[in-house]
């Protein structure tokens, strides 16, 4: 089993609509990344969210940490076609090493 | 600044045959580290470097090794290529890592078929 669940994996929604993403982990996560992926592509860095509670915004992604930290969620408003593409939370589990901790992602379609 | 550099991007090797990914970065990190991308796992971690001189192993290890003689370079090191080998590569490289948050930089990957 992952040490990281995403869900759900696989997203089908119409442009317009928002959606959410989840990211459960069992520890506490010391610091919680995301990144998108275009299919063939390199990952791009969205967020990175480290205190209990926090959130962040850019541009119509949010994403937040709950009190715990041990669950981030990844809210998209309003979804365009740009923003298909595979969602990955990494968590780090300390140490200061560099080392993330990857979920199996999450496959995003947007129908135009 | 070109960020993380992976070489190649593509590759086709045979069983058996051995062959270096290069990662080079220019941002002068001293956290490095290699992953392998496979459908439905996501990425997970093959070894890590926290400086010039040191390596570790990650999740999964076998079949690869790393150096790290300087800064800017983490090649990693495929020494007999097996087909369970064939996935998609990423190299990563970040300041000190933990309490000062930074962002981790991916390169593009490198895709490795081995037949």
């Known amino acids: 089993s992952q040490e990281l669940e995403q869900s759900p994996q696989s997203l089908i929604v119409q442009e317009g609509k928002n959606l959410t993403i989840n990211c459960t982990s069992s520890?506490?996560?010391?610091?919680l990344y995301w990144y998108k992926q275009k299919y063939g592509e390199g990952l791009i860095f969205l967020m990175m969210?480290?205190?209990?509670?926090e959130e962040k915004s850019h541009e119509k992604i949010t994403a937040k940490l709950d009190e715990k930290k041990q669950q981030s969620s990844l809210h998209i408003t309003a979804s365009q076609p740009s923003h298909a593409g595979i969602y990955l939370c990494?968590?780090?589990?300390?140490?200061?090493?560099?080392?993330?901790?990857f979920g199996q992602g999450t496959t995003l379609q947007v129908k135009p | 600044n070109a960020g993380v550099t992976q070489t190649p991007k593509f590759q086709v090797l045979k069983t058996g045959q051995s062959m270096t990914l290069q990662c080079a970065q220019d941002?002068?990190?001293?956290?490095m580290s290699w992953y392998r991308q496979d459908p439905g796992m996501g990425l997970r971690l093959i070894h890590y470097?926290?400086?010039?001189?040191?390596?570790d192993q990650g999740e999964v290890p076998n079949g690869y090794n790393v150096s790290r003689s300087t800064t800017e370079d983490f090649p990693l090191r495929l020494l007999s290529a097996a087909p369970s080998q064939t996935s998609v590569y990423f190299c990563?490289?970040?300041?000190?890592?933990?309490?000062?948050?930074?962002?981790?930089?991916f390169g593009e990957g490198s895709w490795l078929t081995v037949v």
């Open positions: 969210l480290q205190k209990g509670g």
């Open positions: 990494g968590a780090d589990r300390g140490g200061n090493t560099g080392k993330l901790i």
């Open positions: 941002m002068n990190h001293e956290y």
């Open positions: 990563a490289s970040s300041y000190e890592h933990g309490l000062s948050g930074n962002t981790i930089y």
């Open positions: 520890k506490t996560l010391y610091g």
């Open positions: 470097s926290v400086g010039a001189g040191i390596t």
